[in-house]
């Protein structure tokens, strides 16, 4: 038992260690993160820790935890992109003290220690893992409250099952809403009806889940309606109507096809998105499938597995919005399920070719296959956006030997040789922390946020207040930190303040700064350098591109002195 828990320590230190330098590669990506992080910072300038607002306005898309969270990291280092990243770190520790709880259970220390360090090695998982948003943090809830459905399946019941699952639902729905407490409840059910013959889920565990159920959901309300109230219904009427109900029934900005036809056509979204995110192992669930009954033996274990995946799967395929990190909750289970099949093999209890079979060669080179779309698809942003050579070069020897290292997969072999998942898993890591380093490169020369804030708090005008004409990105506003007056923003739209344009800006902004796209400004017919404005930064007549939606723009930013 020692020895398990300094292996354990050792696994978080190294992940600890890994993810830190993962959030310090890149500075936050739009849009998502730099909302999340601001909408924290406001928080703690505001002194209103009730209600979430991003530059000023409300932002009651999620429930306010992962705020909550950032903001110690905040008050203690300031408004920078680690600070903001922390939590998410925090979170992946606890889904990988989680994932270790649910492979001990299934299969012993072993099992338990190798799902831990696979599943935070996975390309998904170890992205959202050092990402400022909530879904690390959901995660977390989630994972917790599987590991204690397991625990009570196979070892019967603990007086530590009830406060641990009040806990860890009342962590989700706080997270993300009711998604994390509707996926632990249909694992639930999937592993007490499959698994009627080996669990004693009945009416003593329900009692446990109804009992969490109730209080974690009177947790939230607890917030909540405080919240709706203070927001005059708007946090019920966005947060309820808009992320719940009509994210669910059509695709939210595009995020899913439109109509019927496009949600039968979006139907496979999450097939290859699993495969991706878990690449290359993802591969061996082919086998795992076709022998699933060999390899896990009995005890149910087999429906506890696809308890802690399949549901969230089907969940999320109904949802007429798509987003890759909306199946996040399914990667712990998919750790399990690949290390326990490989430890049973490894160990002798079922036969290697269960594993090294057609369906076994089938799964390999389609783990190749994922790891060549993802070479391919970096290949293209660094050719494209003339990212380094060297970096390119790096990452595609690297990626190339993993792919080969895949097709080397031989079961039976022990888990961490070179020929098996774990060092695998490794050898991926390590190609997703080159690629990162890449696009953090190519991410420093395309955000147009930092320097445009480094530009203004070097002038003599560092307060002078900021509109944007033709370009608007949150990045803008996390990097400029500016506390916004009640009702405004800190980065309004040129037309927001000045509806007469270009000419009305002119006339009555002085001192402002203004920074827009060149071609928006010939629109104007304005000569702002006629005008007695001064240009001050521009990204040059070749332009940069917009990463967010892949446009070329050439900006310009202009100050207006005082006459």
């Not at 306005?57 to 935890?65: F, H």
């Not at 990667?331 to 490989?342: E, K, R, S, Y």
């Not at 207040?465 to 309004?492: C, H, I, M, W």
């Amino acid at each position: 038992m020692k020895s398990v828990h300094i292996r354990m320590a050792v696994l978080l230190f190294f992940l600890t260690m890994l993810c830190l330098y993962l959030a310090s590669t890149t500075m936050l990506w739009d849009r998502d993160e730099p909302r999340f992080g601001r909408a924290a910072v406001e928080m703690i300038r505001t002194g209103d820790y009730l209600v979430p607002r991003f530059d000023g306005q409300l932002r009651v898309d999620k429930p306010p935890l992962v705020y909550w969270m950032m903001m110690p990291w905040i008050a203690w280092y300031g408004a920078t992109d680690l600070a903001v990243r922390i939590p998410s770190i925090l979170a992946g520790l606890i889904v990988v003290l989680a994932t270790f709880h649910i492979g001990r259970n299934l299969g012993g220390d072993v099992v338990g220690l190798r799902a831990a360090g696979l599943g935070a090695l996975l390309p998904l998982p170890l992205l959202m893992g050092t990402a400022a948003t909530a879904d690390a943090t959901m995660m977390a809830g989630v994972t917790v409250s599987m590991a204690v459905l397991v625990d009570r399946a196979l070892r019967g019941y603990r007086l530590v099952h009830l406060p641990l699952l009040t806990i860890s639902l009342s962590w989700a729905l706080l997270a993300k809403g009711p998604v994390g407490l509707i996926i632990f409840l249909l694992a639930c059910a999937w592993a007490s009806f499959a698994g009627r013959q080996w669990f004693d889920l009945g009416r003593r565990w329900w009692g446990i889940v109804t009992v969490a159920c109730v209080v974690s959901v009177g947790i939230f309300l607890a917030w909540a309606i405080p919240a709706n109230e203070a927001t005059g219904g708007e946090l019920a009427r966005i947060g309820i109507g808009r992320h719940l109900i009509e994210r669910s029934i059509s695709p939210l900005e595009s995020h899913g096809g439109s109509g019927l036809i496009g949600w039968i056509l979006g139907l496979p979204f999450y097939l290859p998105v699993l495969l991706l995110g878990a690449a290359p192992v993802s591969g061996l669930l082919v086998p795992i499938i076709m022998a699933r009954r060999d390899l896990f033996g009995g005890r149910g274990k087999g429906v506890l597995l696809a308890a802690l995946v399949i549901p969230t799967l089907l969940l999320m395929t109904l949802v007429a919005t798509k987003l890759p990190h909306y199946i996040l909750a399914s990667f712990p289970g998919l750790a399990v399920a690949v290390v326990l099949a490989w430890s049973r093999v490894e160990t002798g209890k079922v036969e290697p070719r269960l594993l090294a079979e057609i369906p076994g060669r089938i799964g390999r080179w389609l783990g190749a296959l994922m790891l060549a779309l993802l070479l391919a698809a970096f290949v293209v942003v660094m050719v494209s956006y003339e990212g380094s050579d060297g970096m390119l070069i790096t990452v595609a020897v690297a990626m190339l030997i993993t792919m080969a290292l895949t097709l080397r997969l031989r079961p039976g072999v022990r888990f961490g040789s070179w020929q098996g998942p774990g060092f695998l898993s490794v050898c991926t890591a390590l190609c997703m922390v080159l690629m990162l380093h890449g696009l953090g490169g190519l991410q420093h020369r395309m955000q147009v946020a930092p320097k445009v804030a480094e530009v203004i708090e070097q002038s003599v005008a560092p307060d002078a207040p900021l509109v944007v004409l033709g370009y608007g990105e949150p990045s803008l506003v996390f990097a400029l930190d500016r506390d916004p007056l009640p009702g405004e923003k800190t980065v309004p739209s040129l037309h927001e303040k000045f509806p007469g344009g270009v000419s009305q800006w002119v006339e009555t902004a002085a001192p402002c700064w203004l920074l827009a796209t060149v071609g928006e400004l010939s629109k104007s017919a304005v000569d702002l350098q006629a005008e007695g404005c001064r240009l001050v930064w521009s990204t040059g007549p070749e332009g940069i591109v917009n990463y967010s939606n892949g446009e070329t723009i050439s900006m310009e930013l202009w100050f207006l002195a005082e006459s």
